[in-house]
């Protein structure tokens, strides 16, 4: 069959199964697989075990498996990432977080990622300031094992360790972090329930619904700052629509200063920031 016939058809069954853009995924799928672009080779002859290979993806992708763990891969901040589904797949919004880190870190600081999942946030500030020095945590191993994957095919440098949130450091880190950033999970339960299917039946639930609510958990994060920050040293936490106002608050009532947020692509407050007392 050419290339043409098989995204027609594989588009057809991607519809049906509700997979939204179902004709660029079916494109997108066939050029992963068979490396053909459809629309530049509509005529290219698909030899039949690729042609079975592509069927076997595109039903995949029917039952809702999202692209990035199909290839297994997923560009954040420049970087390809491999992504499993220990992992949350980065999210564009992030590198929002990555963006004022860059902003935020002074030359040579002791910087650290909580919840680090692909080591995506991480990695992103490794391969863009090599005079950082990062560690990276996660309570999950199997995250940790795909963001050690990811730093040593890249060849950066991560310290990281296993753990819940700040508990995960070691004790002789308390008080020596210049930065922290923290995209933390901050879907609430209800709320997880209406998501789509690629979310809900593929990405981990720990990394997207925090078992105390998002409040209480951002509440573990920002009331560890003044233990691990250095006098001076900033927190940075991604948050979710329509969470900035009372995460500004936490972070004030929590001792920080200079909490501001930050607006993303789509005029979202995402990025909230703010500093320990000097
Ligand atoms: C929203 S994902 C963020 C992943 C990655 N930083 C990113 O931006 O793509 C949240 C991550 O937090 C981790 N996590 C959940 N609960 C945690 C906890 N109590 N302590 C540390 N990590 C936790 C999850 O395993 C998951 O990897």
Same mark, same amino acid.
């Given at each position: ?5 098989? %995204?027609? !058809? ?7 199964? *509700? ?13 992963? %697989? ?16 690729? $042609? ?20 297994? @891969? #997923?560009?954040?901040? /420049? ?20 963006? #004022? ?24 500030? $490794? ?21 050690? @994957? ?12 296993? /753990? ?9 880190? #308390?008080?020596?972090? !210049? ?11 209800? !709320? ?27 509440? #573990? ?20 629509? *329509? ?15 200079? %909490? ?10 995402? %990025?909230?920031?703010?500093? @320990?007392?000097?």
């Amino acid at each position: 069959m050419t290339s043409m016939e098989l %995204v027609a !058809d594989a588009a057809d069954r991607l519809a049906a199964a *509700g997979v939204p853009a179902a004709g660029r995924e079916a494109r997108l799928l066939l050029r992963a %697989v068979a490396s053909v672009d459809a629309r530049l080779h509509p005529l290219a002859e698909i030899p039949p075990e690729v $042609a079975g290979a592509y069927a076997a993806v595109v039903e995949r992708r029917a039952r809702r498996e999202p692209y990035a763990y199909i290839t297994g @891969r #997923r560009e954040f901040f /420049g970087l390809s990432l491999e992504v499993d589904r220990h992992v949350l797949i980065p999210r564009p919004e992030t590198e929002l977080l990555v963006e #004022r880190a860059l902003a935020l870190a002074p030359r040579g600081a002791m910087t650290c990622d909580l919840c680090t999942g692909s080591g995506a946030v991480a990695l992103a500030l $490794a391969a863009q300031r090599p005079d950082l020095q990062l560690t990276a945590t996660d309570i999950s191993g199997e995250a940790l094992s795909v963001a050690e @994957r990811n730093a040593r095919r890249l060849g950066l440098r991560l310290r990281l360790f296993a /753990g819940d949130l700040w508990a995960a450091l070691p004790a002789s880190d #308390r008080g020596t972090l !210049d930065l922290c950033t923290c995209n933390p999970p901050y879907v609430d339960a209800a !709320d997880w329930l209406g998501l789509d299917p690629e979310v809900r039946s593929w990405e981990p639930r720990q990394a997207l619904v925090p078992p105390e609510g998002w409040g209480c958990f951002l509440h #573990r994060l920002v009331a560890g700052a003044a233990e691990w920050l250095k006098p001076g040293g900033w927190l940075l936490a991604e948050v979710g629509v *329509g969470q900035a106002l009372a995460a500004g608050d936490l972070f004030v009532r929590n001792g920080l200063t200079e %909490v501001r947020s930050h607006h993303d692509l789509a005029g979202i407050p995402r %990025v909230i920031e703010g500093r @320990r007392v000097r």
